[in-house]
């Protein structure tokens, strides 16, 4: 989608914007493959990514991301098609999406943890023709995952990269040997302005929306973070962020690329392994959500392992947890910034290593260069207090959502600015806070949950008459998904049999309710809705009992 159709959508950057971008610097004419090609030229030994029991330069990535794209060429696949992604956080993700790159296709970036209902959803949104895996993901065969899948006509089988470079790979059963045409990848190849990658939405309201990115919106980010972080090319960048979300893309996709550093990564999070990696790796940079850290400090190991090189942690995503980032800050040694954003906008504000730790500790930072921050009131009207409802426009914003007008007239203001889903203040010095909500969101482990999505499935429940999802505080990860349910008549029902229908249902696992409550009837408000806020506070004291048992 070229950057001259940017009036079909408000979000998208029209040319002179973007030409402003490009010559102050916040947008580049290079790709990820041009960086990827100037590291192997330069280091072709070093190393460009590491896991626990593989590694893989830079000349290999490189090698390995044109074979690859030249089996989706060889399919064939027209310039532009969608290819899925069902891949762990890996190294393989990774050399995917360059391929996609190489081979002028759209990646769709499917999570690793996507039920099978959302993976449809998703496959039948971007209309996926291919889909690059493992020969299994999570347990089952992929190829029977792929043959549920209406539209999908191709499907091609990886490797783990990082531990098997060598063994062929499968287009559509069949082993293939690709020669790379250095000619042919360069006429298809991407430009960093154009729809390069869909990703989901964490989920607000209902199934996911498909969120189109270009690599220069990225690009942009990773300057920020190189800027407010202090980063330089000798940096060792390590990402447990998932690779398709936006903070997974910067953290472990572009930012060591762009430094010509080495990225760590590990396809599931485990606390133990990742304090392994950060010492072994010697790595200077972490990247995870306030969850992840907290259960970093928790593990045994945190205070017996040498973490002297590790000198910046950046978060987001999530409300930041004071007394354990000072925590970990004491026991690490490191400062930890917070990017305030979303997958939509990029980012609003952020902390930097230059701020006082207060500030760093306390609020979500400031607006960096490029990037306007507007507040607007109840009524959506701009205000010039310092208290509202965020909206941001600049280089890190989306391309908007893929065919979906209504949700984009929801996301943009007519002038382009993207609105958040939460309610902020800003202090004298300009640093901004969260202090509230806008939507019906459980934020767990910094993932978004739409309350009502869960709502619909729980309810969907032969038993249950009427359904109210709340989060209920947690000391790990911030907020876990309680659900207070009135059944048809009087019966048992547990938890367990609840997670076992929905499971059966196809429900991604972060949807699932953790803690099940069952009323004769649910509280209701004056107009007879469920009042919520009386479920809030009711959550609120069952957390508080079990902390004090």
């Given at each position: 989608m070229a950057l001259d159709n940017s009036d079909a959508l408000p979000g998208l950057v029209n040319r002179e914007r973007a030409d402003e971008y490009r010559r102050v610097g916040w947008w580049s004419r290079l790709s990820i493959a041009d960086r990827v090609a100037a590291n192997t030229r330069a280091q072709p030994g070093a190393t460009a990514f590491v896991t626990a029991d593989g590694r893989l330069d830079w000349a290999g990535y490189d090698a390995l991301a044109r074979r690859l794209a030249q089996t989706l060429v060889d399919l064939p696949l027209a310039p532009r098609d969608r290819v899925a992604v069902r891949l762990p956080d890996s190294v393989s993700y990774h050399v995917a999406l360059l391929a996609c790159e190489y081979a002028g296709v759209v990646a769709v970036g499917l999570g690793a943890r996507a039920g099978e209902r959302e993976l449809q959803h998703l496959l039948a949104r971007t209309r996926a023709v291919v889909v690059i895996s493992h020969d299994e993901h999570r347990g089952e065969r992929?190829?029977?995952?792929?043959?549920?899948?209406?539209g999908v006509r191709h499907h091609?089988?990886?490797?783990?990269?990082?531990?098997?470079?060598?063994?062929?790979?499968?287009?559509?059963?069949?082993?293939?040997?690709?020669?790379?045409?250095?000619?042919?990848?360069?006429?298809?190849?991407?430009?960093?302005?154009?729809?390069?990658?869909?990703?989901?939405?964490?989920?607000?309201?209902?199934?996911?929306?498909?969120?189109?990115?270009?690599?220069?919106?990225?690009?942009?980010?990773?300057?920020?973070?190189?800027?407010?972080?202090?980063?330089?090319?000798d940096?060792?960048?390590?990402?447990?962020?998932?690779?398709?979300?936006?903070?997974?893309?910067?953290?472990?996709?572009?930012?060591?690329?762009?430094?010509?550093?080495?990225?760590?990564?590990?396809?599931?999070?485990d606390a133990g392994l990742t304090l392994e990696l950060l010492e072994r790796e010697h790595v200077t940079v972490l990247c995870a959500v306030s969850t992840q850290f907290r259960l970093l400090l928790a593990h045994p190991d945190c205070e017996r392992r040498d973490l002297t090189a590790l000198r910046v942690m950046f978060t987001g995503g999530e409300p930041l947890p004071y007394e354990a980032a000072r925590r970990f800050e004491e026991t690490t040694g490191a400062a930890i910034l917070n990017f305030y954003g979303s997958n939509e906008s990029g980012f609003a504000t952020a902390t930097s290593v230059a701020d006082p730790p207060e500030k760093r500790l306390r609020t979500a930072g400031r607006t960096r260069p490029g990037t306007e921050l507007r507040l607007y009131d109840s009524e959506g009207r701009v205000t010039d207090g310092h208290r509202g409802q965020p909206g941001t426009r600049g280089p890190a914003v989306c391309l908007g959502y893929l065919d979906d007008p209504a949700a984009n007239r929801e996301l943009f203001t007519e002038d382009g600015f993207v609105l958040y889903a939460d309610l902020v203040e800003l202090d004298a010095d300009g640093y901004l806070t969260v202090v509230g909500r806008m939507s019906d969101i459980i934020i767990r482990g910094g993932r978004n949950i739409s309350a009502r999505e869960v709502e619909d499935e729980v309810a969907a429940h032969p038993q249950v008459a009427l359904a109210a999802a709340v989060p209920i505080p947690d000391l790990v990860f911030g907020e876990r998904v309680c659900v207070f349910a009135e059944l048809r008549r009087p019966r048992a029902q547990n938890q367990k049999e609840l997670v076992d229908f929905l499971l059966s249902r196809g429900v991604s696992k972060e949807t699932l309710p953790e803690r099940l409550v069952i009323l004769d009837e649910l509280p209701r408000s004056a107009g007879d809705k469920v009042a919520k806020a009386e479920l809030r506070e009711a959550a609120g004291r069952l957390a508080a009992q079990e902390q004090a048992s």
């Amino acid at each position: 989608m070229a950057l001259d159709n940017s009036d079909a959508l408000p979000g998208l950057v029209n040319r002179e914007r973007a030409d402003e971008y490009r010559r102050v610097g916040w947008w580049s004419r290079l790709s990820i493959a041009d960086r990827v090609a100037a590291n192997t030229r330069a280091q072709p030994g070093a190393t460009a990514f590491v896991t626990a029991d593989g590694r893989l330069d830079w000349a290999g990535y490189d090698a390995l991301a044109r074979r690859l794209a030249q089996t989706l060429v060889d399919l064939p696949l027209a310039p532009r098609d969608r290819v899925a992604v069902r891949l762990p956080d890996s190294v393989s993700y990774h050399v995917a999406l360059l391929a996609c790159e190489y081979a002028g296709v759209v990646a769709v970036g499917l999570g690793a943890r996507a039920g099978e209902r959302e993976l449809q959803h998703l496959l039948a949104r971007t209309r996926a023709v291919v889909v690059i895996s493992h020969d299994e993901h999570r347990g089952e065969r992929m190829s029977d995952v792929v043959k549920r899948c209406p539209g999908v006509r191709h499907h091609v089988v990886v490797p783990r990269f990082e531990r098997d470079a060598d063994r062929q790979m499968l287009a559509d059963g069949v082993p293939v040997l690709p020669q790379p045409d250095a000619d042919v990848l360069a006429a298809r190849r991407l430009g960093p302005d154009e729809l390069w990658l869909i990703n989901s939405t964490s989920g607000t309201t209902g199934l996911p929306k498909c969120v189109m990115h270009s690599q220069n919106r990225w690009y942009y980010f990773h300057l920020n973070a190189a800027e407010v972080g202090g980063l330089g090319g000798d940096e060792v960048v390590m990402s447990v962020v998932p690779t398709p979300y936006g903070f997974g893309l910067w953290s472990s996709h572009f930012t060591p690329c762009c430094l010509g550093a080495p990225a760590v990564l590990t396809e599931r999070f485990d606390a133990g392994l990742t304090l392994e990696l950060l010492e072994r790796e010697h790595v200077t940079v972490l990247c995870a959500v306030s969850t992840q850290f907290r259960l970093l400090l928790a593990h045994p190991d945190c205070e017996r392992r040498d973490l002297t090189a590790l000198r910046v942690m950046f978060t987001g995503g999530e409300p930041l947890p004071y007394e354990a980032a000072r925590r970990f800050e004491e026991t690490t040694g490191a400062a930890i910034l917070n990017f305030y954003g979303s997958n939509e906008s990029g980012f609003a504000t952020a902390t930097s290593v230059a701020d006082p730790p207060e500030k760093r500790l306390r609020t979500a930072g400031r607006t960096r260069p490029g990037t306007e921050l507007r507040l607007y009131d109840s009524e959506g009207r701009v205000t010039d207090g310092h208290r509202g409802q965020p909206g941001t426009r600049g280089p890190a914003v989306c391309l908007g959502y893929l065919d979906d007008p209504a949700a984009n007239r929801e996301l943009f203001t007519e002038d382009g600015f993207v609105l958040y889903a939460d309610l902020v203040e800003l202090d004298a010095d300009g640093y901004l806070t969260v202090v509230g909500r806008m939507s019906d969101i459980i934020i767990r482990g910094g993932r978004n949950i739409s309350a009502r999505e869960v709502e619909d499935e729980v309810a969907a429940h032969p038993q249950v008459a009427l359904a109210a999802a709340v989060p209920i505080p947690d000391l790990v990860f911030g907020e876990r998904v309680c659900v207070f349910a009135e059944l048809r008549r009087p019966r048992a029902q547990n938890q367990k049999e609840l997670v076992d229908f929905l499971l059966s249902r196809g429900v991604s696992k972060e949807t699932l309710p953790e803690r099940l409550v069952i009323l004769d009837e649910l509280p209701r408000s004056a107009g007879d809705k469920v009042a919520k806020a009386e479920l809030r506070e009711a959550a609120g004291r069952l957390a508080a009992q079990e902390q004090a048992s």
